[in-house]
C-alpha cells in the first residue's frame, strides 16, 4: 500500500487543478449518454422501448471496454509515466466525441447508424478507461500528504460537474429545440460541445508536471518493466479491496444517479424534461457533498466513512426509488437527492481508499484490475440490468434493491480493511 517517503514533494497546484478538471471530460461523455439515453434511442435505435434497451446495452457494452483500456493506459503510466498517459486518452476521447457528433442518425440510414454509434462508444470506453484512475492517482501521488482525501476527492466532484454539464445541456437542448429539431440536428450539439471541451483539456493537459512518484521510481531504478505481473504478483490483496470499494461506488453511482432520468421517464411517469432538470438538481448535490466527506476522510480516516455509508446504501435507495416512482414531486425530488448524496460521498472517499490500496509502482495497473473491473460490471451493466428487472416485475424499488443488495456484499470487506490515512504528526 501508499507510504509515506512515496514522494520527493507535491507538485504545484495549477498542475493539481488542470488533473483534477480533467475528469470533467469523462463524466461529461458518459453520463451524457445516459441522461440523453430516451433521445438517442429514438435517434439511433428506433425508439420504443427497445430502441432505450438497445441503448442501455450499448453502454453497457462500451464499458466492457474499459478494463482493456484500463490495462494499456495504465501499462503506459506505469511504464511510461502518468502525463503521457493521460495525453493520449483524452486525445482518442476527443476524436470519438467529434465522431459521435457527426454520425447519421437511423432516418437516415437506418439501423447501421445503430451499429456506428455502438462503435465509436466502445472505442470511447476504451479511451475512458485510462481517465479517471490516471486522474486519481497522479492527484494522490502529487497532493500534500495530509490533504491527499480532499485533493483526491476533487476528481469525483470535478467528473460530477461533468455529470452537471452533461444533464443541464441535455436539459437545455430537450427544452428549447423542437421535437422534430431535436432528433436531426438538435442532438448533436452537446456532443459537439463535448468534443470541444475534450479538446481544451488535452491542451492544458501538455503543461502538466510529471507525477513526483514516477519520478522517484525513475531515480531509483523501481520503474516496473512489466506493470501487469507486477501488479498480479504484489498488488493481489490491494486489487480485490479496490474491487469491493469501486463495486459500491460505481452501482450508488450509475443506478442512484445516471439511470435515475431512465426510470423517472419510463417508470416514475415525469416528462423527459422535469427529470433532467431533477437530475441537475442531484448533481449540484454531489458537486456540493464531495469536498466534505473528502475532508472526513483526511481527518477520520478512510474506513469509518466508507462504512458508514455503505450501511446507508444498504438502507435507503429502495425507498428512494419508491418515492420517485410514486411519490408526490417533492418526496420524488427528495428521494432524488438523498441517492445522489450517497454515491457522491462513496466516489469522494473511494477515489483516495482505492488508490491506496497500492505502492506507486503498478499502482495503475492495480486500479485498472480492481476499480476498473469493478465499474465496467457495477457500472456499465447495471442500468440495463435495473430497467429490465423494472420493467419485468413492475417493482419500483428494483434498482434500489440492488444496491442495497451490494452494499450488504462489500461490507464484511469494509469491516476488514486496513486504515491506509498517513499518521498525523
Not at 438497445?54 to 495504465?74: D, E, M, Q, V
Not at 509515466?81 to 454520425?103: I, K
Not at 455509508?309 to 411519490?327: D, I, K, N, Q
Not at 503498478?362 to 442500468?383: D, E, M, Q, Y
Amino acid at each position: 500500500m501508499v507510504t509515506h517517503n512515496e514522494r520527493h514533494r507535491p507538485v504545484a497546484n495549477g498542475s493539481l487543478a488542470i488533473a483534477a478538471f480533467s475528469t470533467v471530460v469523462e463524466w461529461y461523455d458518459f453520463t451524457l449518454y445516459l441522461y440523453f439515453a430516451t433521445v438517442l434511442s429514438r435517434v439511433m435505435f428506433g425508439g420504443g422501448e427497445q430502441g432505450l434497451l438497445t441503448a442501455l446495452a450499448s453502454f453497457a457494452l462500451a464499458y466492457l471496454l474499459r478494463p482493456l483500456g484500463a490495462l494499456f493506459f495504465g501499462h503506459v503510466g506505469d511504464r511510461y509515466g502518468r502525463r503521457r498517459s493521460l495525453l493520449l486518452s483524452v486525445a482518442l476521447m476527443t476524436a470519438a466525441m467529434l465522431a459521435m457528433a457527426l454520425l447519421p442518425t437511423h432516418a437516415q440510414v437506418g439501423p447501421s447508424a445503430g451499429l456506428l454509434m455502438v462503435a465509436l462508444r466502445c472505442v470511447m470506453g476504451f479511451a475512458v478507461g485510462g481517465e479517471y484512475t490516471g486522474v486519481v492517482a497522479y492527484l494522490l501521488e502529487g497532493a500534500p500528504v495530509h490533504r491527499r482525501g480532499f485533493v483526491t476527492s476533487l476528481a469525483a466532484a470535478a467528473s460530477e460537474v461533468g455529470g452537471l454539464l452533461a444533464v443541464f445541456l441535455s436539459a437545455l437542448t430537450v427544452s428549447l429545440i423542437p421535437a422534430g429539431a431535436l432528433e436531426t440536428w438538435g442532438w448533436r450539439l452537446p456532443f459537439l460541445f463535448g468534443a470541444a471541451l475534450a479538446g481544451g483539456v488535452w491542451a492544458l493537459r501538455t503543461t502538466v508536471a510529471e507525477s513526483p512518484e514516477f519520478e522517484r521510481q525513475q531515480a531509483a531504478g523501481t520503474v516496473p518493466s512489466e506493470p501487469l505481473s507486477h501488479a498480479l504478483r504484489y498488488h493481489r490483496a490491494g486489487i480485490l479491496r479496490g474491487f469491493a470499494i469501486s463495486a459500491l461506488g460505481s452501482i450508488t453511482y450509475y443506478v442512484g444517479i445516471s439511470y435515475v432520468p431512465a426510470f423517472l421517464t419510463s417508470i416514475g411517469s415525469r416528462s423527459e424534461t422535469t427529470s433532467l432538470w431533477w437530475s441537475t438538481a442531484a448533481a449540484v448535490a454531489v458537486i456540493a457533498v464531495t469536498p466534505f466527506v473528502g475532508i472526513a476522510a483526511d481527518r477520520f480516516g478512510r474506513k469509518p466513512p466508507l462504512l458508514v455509508l455503505a450501511c446507508l446504501s444498504a438502507l435507503l435507495p429502495g425507498t428512494m426509488f419508491w418515492l420517485m416512482a410514486g411519490g408526490s414531486p417533492v418526496l420524488a425530488l427528495g428521494g432524488t437527492l438523498v441517492l445522489a448524496c450517497l454515491a457522491g460521498g462513496v466516489s469522494a472517499v473511494g477515489a483516495v481508499a482505492t488508490a491506496e490500496q497500492f505502492t506507486g509502482e503498478g499502482r495503475l495497473t492495480g486500479l485498472a484490475l480492481g476499480a476498473t473491473v469493478s465499474t465496467a460490471i457495477f457500472g456499465g451493466l447495471t442500468p440495463y440490468v435495473a430497467q429490465r428487472l423494472s420493467a419485468a416485475s413492475g417493482w419500483p424499488s428494483a434498482p434500489g434493491l440492488m444496491i442495497a443488495v451490494v452494499a450488504v456484499c462489500v461490507l464484511p470487506v469494509l469491516w476488514r480493511l486496513p486504515e491506509t490515512r498517513p499518521e498525523r504528526r
